[in-house]
């Protein structure tokens, strides 16, 4: 996974000569599955007009966290004056990694939050009250219930939250993977979907596999993916496979529905997130017992213990 960072020094030493060839390839390159030769031309004239109709993608909305990124979000359902929320990693948890088949619901939190401008500026400081929902079973997820509402923030800093889409991506789509951490935007396309994500050990399902060219390191955790023709988020990055290890801690192995394992080195992943309006209720509460919730439940404690 895109661990939480220990020292921002020490991992932008270490990764600092991918970072700025990374920056290289992501303006240079083509698109995967393109031509740069000239028959390419209808294909160009197509990606511009597509890149007519794209949302303009920045850093307003987006959050640093203290080891992490994150995004503020509004699902479909919120309401102007519903408690804010932010989402990020299950993994970057201020607690520390969720266990396999751990889930965690209505721990008090007073965690803070960097909020970001479309510039990448930081606007205010935000805190929560406690976090909503997080788990690394399934999806890797956490959901932050802050102490302010969307139109208190919308007021004092001019700032919208993103929007959470409810629906599944589609392969092929060009996406941005926004990070308030590093204040970097990776940009490439949903390459398709995995089965079974399995790190370690966490499992993860329907995962959403990146193209080369977002290439994200540690920091990028939480980050919001967010879909350039509408500008809602669709999912949340959250791993990648760092040094083509099989099913390990920061080595990533995609599993079919036949058992069979692939490992793609140097590919990236994220966690879709569509499934999480289905499981608030108005006010943005949670209520894992709504019809269509998916979410892992918390463990019932056994009545005898």
Request: aromatic content about 6%; hydrophobic content about 35%; overall charge neutral.
């Amino acid at each position: 996974m895109r661990r939480p960072l220990v020292g921002a020094l020490t991992t932008l030493l270490l990764a600092g000569a991918g970072v700025a060839g990374a920056g290289t390839t992501s303006a240079t390159a083509a698109p995967q599955g393109e031509s740069t030769t000239a028959p390419a031309q209808a294909a160009t004239a197509k990606g511009q007009a597509a890149s007519a109709k794209a949302k303009a993608v920045d850093f307003a909305g987006t959050v640093a966290l203290s080891n992490c990124s994150g995004s503020l979000i509004r699902l479909p359902g919120s309401g102007d004056n519903d408690p804010a929320l932010v989402l990020s990693n299950g993994h970057c948890l201020e607690t520390g990694m969720p266990g396999a088949g751990e889930v965690i619901t209505d721990q008090p939190s007073s965690r803070t939050f960097s909020l970001l401008n479309s510039t990448a500026g930081k606007v205010a400081t935000l805190r929560a009250t406690k976090v909503s929902y997080a788990t690394m079973t399934d999806t890797d997820i956490s959901l932050y219930e802050l102490n302010t509402t969307y139109a208190k923030i919308k007021q004092q800093y001019g700032i919208n939250a993103l929007s959470l889409s409810a629906d599944h991506p589609t392969a092929g789509t060009a996406i941005k993977v926004v990070s308030g951490y590093w204040k970097r935007i990776y940009s490439c396309n949903a390459d398709g979907f995995v089965h079974e994500l399995r790190e370690g050990d966490w499992t993860w399902k329907d995962s959403l596999r990146y193209t080369p060219s977002c290439n994200t390191i540690g920091g990028t955790s939480g980050s919001p993916v967010v879909d350039a023709n509408t500008g809602k988020v669709v999912a949340v990055n959250n791993t990648g496979n760092e040094s083509g290890g099989r099913c390990t801690v920061n080595n990533p192995c995609e599993v079919d529905e036949n058992g069979q394992v692939t490992v793609r080195k140097g590919i990236n992943y994220a966690q879709q997130t569509y499934g999480i309006a289905k499981c608030f209720a108005a006010g943005n509460k949670l209520d894992l017992d709504l019809p269509g919730c998916e979410l892992p439940r918390p463990t019932e404690e056994d009545p005898l213990s």
